[in-house]
């Protein structure tokens, strides 16, 4: 919605600089954010459909990605301790960064059949480090946009960490496909793959400490810093008693009242699904309760001052809801498209991968460039219409089978980093609905953020923006286990249907919050608020 604002003087050549330094910064961190999460996510995956393991196994196997759901924990400490030497943002990337190089190479050396404990233990350390990198990377981003220039942003930092994907999910299927290998293409096997993404990141590392731009000295919460210890501790102990309490009461005891003797798998996996939420709702509230008891002072400034907003918790509801539908499709993707409709890990690769990916790019900057004409609320609307229709897609991939449109060949190609031994046909009803789906996704993607910085006080950004976009990666992560039972159970097509009708409560929230969203377009500096 268009303000009212006083004509300001043209930017000089010293400030255009300093802004495409700015853009060219949340470029490169967005890889470095999406590399590490298509390692535990959809790469992850392809590795594990074509180790042979189901469908069910690998939904409860996303549950590696839980750290990315509750690291509004541990996102205080951020806010709080300055690492020495390269400041309280950029020091932390490092950090993280160097510790991602270090776990992947040692994921790369685990089975995920002959050691599937270690794997997921490694798996889970892998998103633990990525997502506390990601609480840097939000607070980073946050802290050095302007209001005028996070929509571009955005849609930017999307185009990198899309452009990750490509690499680790539709470069690597390309690498490891069994075919393309038998003809002379590039022999990799996944752990070659991991080693790689390793190599990756510690060159990550090098450009967050010599590259991105410094910030000016912000204001950071005023806490004793032995208080966020011992409340980080103290959350911590009560996850754990959460977990033990799930794990030798509430597991076992709901196995024999779902899944007795003489249930089959599926009621099994239902059994483990209902004491995954049972330990969920005992959990949550118990680390709440250490936090308020140990003084965590940070963390509870933090929620309290995002709380005192209006609309606050109809926002977290929102935030929840918008990407669930696209989530609950997308959360077993791979398997569905290997293992189900039988495409070629090649094929999967260039269209899904590849195709898909940068038509994803495509939608965020169309995105980007749509919201300045549209507005947020306008752009969040229309965007997740076009993000529901699009799970329909799948449902008639599902129902139709492949062979239904005419598609094309992807003729044989080597680039040097990747080669295709061979032409690799390419089923037109695939490549019809990757295509609606990424574009809707991206554009998407890059309200979505826009919205999520505006909800930030900067005081707190790493802690808000962990808590708000933890809870946008609710979906992605907690529907994977309830996914791979409700696809077992009742279809692929039932599935998608599904998929699409958990679009609607997003849809119906943003209408009614229409006028406090449309408040978040109010740039600050036209009341008098200065950029760092």
Known sequence: MPTSRAAAPAPTVAQRAAALHRLAAVTLLGFASGLPLALTGQAMQAWLSMEGLDVATIGFLSLV?????????????????????????????????????????????????????????????????????????????????SPGERGLGSSLNVLGYRLAMILSGGVALIW???????????????????????????????????????????????????HDLLGFAAVLAAVAAGYLVTDRALAPLLRGLI????????????????????????????????????????????????????????????I????????????????????????????VGVVNKVLGLWLTIAGAIVGGLLMLRLGLWRALLLFGVLQMASNLGFWWLAV?????????SIPAFDWGFVQLAQPTPVDGG????????????????????????????????ATQFALLSAFASVGRVWVGPLAGVLAEAIGWPAFFVVSTVAALPALALLWWLRAPVRALEVDPKTAGATDD
Not at 188 to 208: D, Q, T
Not at 445 to 458: D, H, I, R, Y
């Open 430 to 461: 695939l490549l019809l609905v990757i295509a609606a789906e990424n574009l809707s996704g991206g554009m998407g993607t890059a309200a979505f953020v826009a919205f999520l910085m505006s909800l930030c006080n900067q005081r707190f950004t």
């Open 176 to 226: 490891t496909d069994p075919a393309n290998a038998a003809h002379g293409g590039a022999a990799w096997n996944w752990p070659a793959v991991y080693r790689l993404m390793a190599a990756l990141m510690v060159g990550a590392a090098l450009v967050s400490a010599l590259l991105l731009p410094r910030l000016a000295h912000a204001a950071r919460p005023q806490t004793v810093a032995r």
């Open 320 to 347: 929840v809801f918008y990407k669930l539908g696209d989530a609950f499709a997308g959360s077993l993707m791979t398997p569905f498209l290997l293992k189900s409709m039988a495409f070629g890990p090649a094929e």
């Open 400 to 408: 139709a089978g492949k062979g239904q449109l005419a598609g094309l």
């Open 65 to 145: 990605g839980i750290p990315y759901t509750f690291k509004f924990l541990w996102a205080p400490l951020m806010d709080r301790f300055e690492l020495p030497l390269l400041g309280r943002r950029r020091g932390w990337l490092v950090l993280t960064q160097l510790a991602l190089a270090g776990l992947l190479l040692l994921l790369a050396g685990t089975s995920p059949t002959g050691a599937t404990r270690a794997f997921a233990l490694l798996a889970v350390a892998v998103a633990f480090v990525s997502a506390s990198q990601d609480v840097v990377i939000d607070a980073y981003r946050t802290d050095l946009l």
């Open 259 to 318: 899944a007795g003797p003489g249930a089959g798998a599926l009621a099994a996996k239902w059994a483990d699904l209902a004491a995954l939420l049972a330990g969920i709702a005992i959990t949550l509230p118990l680390a709440a309760w250490a936090a308020r008891r140990a003084r965590f002072e940070t963390l509870l400034s933090g929620l309290a001052s995002y709380f005192a907003q209006p609309g606050a918790a109809a926002f977290l509801a929102f």
